[in-house]
């Protein structure tokens, strides 16, 4: 565990690897979620045809991460899509977050403000209320 810290392992291209392999398991497990939500979504509702007449608008069981964990605990489909949607929008955020983790151990404090500013103006944009 004492290796792990140590600057000498954060080489630039051990860190390279390791981010990469983030953002693609977090693409490929979000996607997967994804298929499963559709495929319980088709299952359940496929038979069924849509109604374009009347428009529905927003559904607020899909605006916040408690109600989409909820929505996906009974096993709903489009909570379940909703999810590995939130996940996708997450795999970015999580390389930011381990960005600044790796900038930290090499000691980098220009990188590490540049990411922190980076994940402040992220965060201030998706919790920030401005979106309309």
Not at 38 to 43: E, K, M, P, Q, T
Not at 82 to 97: E, N, S
């Amino acid at each position: 565990m004492k290796r792990l810290f140590s600057k000498t392992y954060w080489a630039d291209k051990d860190v390279e690897i390791l981010l990469g392999t983030l953002l693609r398991y977090g693409v490929v497990l979000s996607s997967i979620v994804v298929l499963a939500g559709g495929a319980i979504y088709l299952i359940r509702h496929g038979h069924e045809l849509p109604e374009y007449r009347a428009f529905a608008g927003p559904n607020n069981r899909w605006d916040n991460l408690p109600a989409i964990l909820h929505g996906v605990w009974l096993g709903h489909g489009r909570e379940i899509i909703q999810l590995g949607v939130v996940m996708l929008i997450g795999t970015p955020i999580a390389r930011i977050i381990f960005s600044v983790f790796a900038f930290s151990v090499e000691k980098d404090y220009l990188y590490i403000v540049i990411t922190l500013v980076v994940l402040g103006v992220i965060t201030f944009s998706m919790l920030g209320g401005l979106g309309g």
